[in-house]
């Protein structure tokens, strides 16, 4: 494997920013100062000496890795770090994993993916789910702090969700099943994933029937179950926020929403080239819209029109997407593609695809100081995703713009068996631990 940097052609390498630490010289007193002098050095010294016994006791009192509560801590603003644990279905381009297989301590917020709806009532996709929600609900025992959520997907303006928020009865028929389904199971939540309300037809009628689902929910919530938690998954493209959200109802009644900031480059046949899965930020040939499809676009539009940054969750991939070059040699950003690569499944991939594919010999990985992400290519064989490094990155990002927390999709992408290295969910694990510190490496 060859590991380069690149920024717009050139070569580069990646400077991380230092610390120096500096210990004070040691100043003596001579036998002809002033007793005065003694007195006030030595009821210094004692002041540290004392602090620094404390401090010693504070440190020995806490674990290497600490444990996630309910939002994670940096001194100055609680993080939440909510991930997806996905139950694989048809559609669901994911690998199973297994319950007893998750961590409990590196999420926040756990949010099990997907019920559906039927009738106008919520519905597991299979009678065995029920098992699998009880699993993941009872992690609780050992993370008392932890949240599990249940996320109800429509991935169309046409299905149930449509009808759900169509009248005041179908409204009200689906909060009232809906809090009775969730309290009866022990979840402490509910998360919306609608994709997407009045897309791409426009229809102004059903975005205000969503608000009012979202209100109607929220009013019933505070009063006949106020500990749950309702949140959204909501779109990163600008003309889908746009069309599809009234963003400033939506920070009325909700108590947090997770961007999907990923998917902004993967092959079509409409836009047959290479691109970043998850870019933070443009790269400067990038104009119009194109300059939007972007991490740092995305959350900043979802502030400016009227959503709190610290009710923002910042979605991070943990699985990338794969491209079978046309010319092995043009194998940089927006490279002629002629479909999806063999890696992966429907040009998916997930982080052990990537680390794998990474470790092979004549694999050349490359990371991109301005998108700051990584891709790599072997042959007519390339791929974008996310590594440690990147995931990082937007950790510090969400830290330095004060945003509400981390949104990870998903558990089941990430390394959870570990074989990429000596460590399960490193790019969960990552997120939370850069989430967790009181002192930025990266700026």
Request: glycine share 6%; charged share 20%.
């Amino acid at each position: 494997m060859k590991l380069k940097f690149r920024d717009e052609g050139k070569l580069l390498s990646f400077q991380a920013e230092t610390v120096d630490v500096h210990f004070l010289k040691r100043q003596w007193v001579t036998c002809g100062s002033s007793f005065v002098y003694i007195f006030i050095i030595g009821t210094i010294l004692t002041i540290l000496a004392f602090g620094l016994f404390l401090n010693i006791f504070n440190c020995q009192s806490r674990s290497t890795f600490p444990l996630v509560t309910n939002e994670v801590s940096d001194g100055n603003q609680n993080y939440r770090v909510v991930c997806y644990y996905v139950i694989p279905s048809n559609n669901s381009r994911t690998r199973p994993l297994p319950p007893d297989a998750v961590d409990p301590y590196f999420c926040s917020h756990i949010i099990i993916g997907f019920a559906g709806v039927q009738n106008g009532t919520i519905q597991p996709q299979q009678d065995s789910y029920l098992e699998i929600y009880k699993k993941i609900i009872a992690y609780k025992k050992f993370n008392p702090s932890l949240k599990v959520m249940l996320s109800v997907e429509d991935m169309s303006a046409y299905g149930e969700f449509s009808r759900v928020v169509s009248s005041q009865m179908y409204r009200t028929k689906f909060i009232v099943n809906t809090v009775k389904f969730l309290t009866e199971t022990g979840f402490d939540g509910l998360d919306l994933d609608w994709e997407f309300p009045s897309w791409p037809d426009g229809d102004l009628i059903q975005v205000s029937n969503y608000s009012l689902l979202i209100s109607e929910l929220r009013n019933y919530v505070n009063k006949e179950a106020k500990h749950l938690l309702l949140s959204a998954a909501v779109a990163a493209p600008d003309l889908i926020i746009q069309q599809s959200y009234e963003v400033g109802e939506l920070a009325k009644y909700l108590d947090f929403v997770n961007i999907m900031c990923y998917d902004y480059h993967m092959y079509s046949q409409f836009i047959p080239v290479t691109g970043p899965n998850a870019p933070l930020y443009p790269r400067p040939q990038e104009q119009g819209y194109f300059r939007t499809l972007n991490t740092d676009w995305s959350a900043t539009q979802w502030v400016n029109l009227g959503m709190p940054p610290g009710k923002i969750n910042v979605g991070i991939p943990t699985y990338g997407h794969s491209f079978r070059l046309l010319n092995e040699d043009n194998n940089g950003w927006n490279a002629p593609a002629s479909g999806f690569g063999e890696i992966g499944d429907g040009g998916f991939i997930t982080y052990p695809d990537a680390c794998g594919f990474i470790q092979i010999p004549k694999t050349t990985h490359y990371f991109d100081d301005t998108c700051q992400v990584p891709y790599a290519f072997n042959g007519p064989e390339w791929i974008s995703y996310e590594n440690t490094l990147s995931v990082s990155l937007k950790a510090y990002y969400i830290k330095d713009r004060h945003f509400g927390g981390a949104m990870i999709y998903s558990l089941n992408t990430d390394d959870f068996y570990g074989e990429c290295g000596d460590q399960k969910f490193p790019l969960t694990r990552e997120v939370n631990y850069v989430l967790t510190q009181h002192v930025k490496e990266f700026h």
